[in-house]
């Protein structure tokens, strides 16, 4: 699986989010690759009918009165499948995030939670989320990819999640680039992968995702 977090950058708001949609939906149907694509919360509607969304954040709330907070419901009415909570520039308690989960699995919506360390990454898992994405915070953005930086910390994030549910998916991001790094992640056991700027403020976002779909798919075939 190969998850895009436009964050809040220029290149992956409003019509640029459709833009991008629409190269991961023709990338991710040619190398049949699952894609997903975790936007802003105002750009879920626009981006939902093209590929799969997930929302970047949900808060762990009920209908009422909370203004400014962002409601499960609302956010599965405007057509997302998932969201994407606990990001390193969007830290939730543990107790916010229990709650966030068991929200978002009341009104279906499929959840990934950030983890930056290994600690962090086996209490969360024992909250059984479907999906689990170690990020170092400090490889956020950059160039070096945790792949390489990091290799033994994607392993055990994997090992761990596994041994408390091996349903759990894992996935890595921080400074993945290019297919290299994704054919490293796969390798390292994980399930796929969590990428923001290498995508979204890539010149030729098409090139990288068919290089980034190649790598996933290759692994595919050749287990
Ligand atoms: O959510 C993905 C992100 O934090 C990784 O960012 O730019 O290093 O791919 P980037």
């Not at 981006?47 to 209908?63: K, L, P, R």
């Not at 994407?84 to 009104?107: C, F, G, Q, T, Y």
């Not at 990819?145 to 991001?173: F, Q, R």
């Not at 969590?194 to 995702?209: D, F, P, Q, W, Y």
Request: aromatic share 2%.
């Amino acid at each position: 699986m190969i998850v895009v977090n436009t964050k809040a950058y220029k290149e992956g708001i409003g019509r640029n989010a459709v833009e991008i949609a629409k190269v991961m939906k023709k990338v991710g149907e040619k190398h049949k690759v699952r894609m997903a694509l975790a936007v802003q919360p105002s750009d879920i509607h626009a981006v939902s009918n093209i590929i799969e969304t997930f929302c970047q954040h949900i808060d762990a709330i009920e209908y009422g009165s909370y203004t400014g907070w962002i409601l499960p419901e609302a956010v599965k009415e405007a057509g997302a499948k998932g969201t994407l909570i606990n990001h390193s520039e969007h830290l939730m308690k543990i107790e916010d995030i229990a709650k966030a989960i068991e929200r978002a699995k009341e009104v279906g919506l499929e959840v990934i939670v950030c983890a930056s360390n290994i600690a962090i990454t086996r209490a969360i898992a024992c909250l059984n989320p479907d999906c689990i994405a170690i990020e170092p915070p400090e490889l956020i953005g950059g160039d070096i990819s945790v792949t390489k930086a990091k290799p033994t910390v994607v392993k055990k994030a994997v090992d761990e999640v596994k041994k408390i549910n091996d349903e759990i998916k894992v996935l890595c991001g921080a400074g993945i680039k290019n297919g290299m790094d994704v054919s490293k992640a796969v390798e390292l056991g994980a399930d796929g992968i969590l990428v923001a700027s290498g995508v979204v403020k890539a010149r030729n976002k098409e090139e990288i995702l068919e290089e980034m779909a190649m790598a996933i798919a290759h692994k595919k075939q050749s287990t």
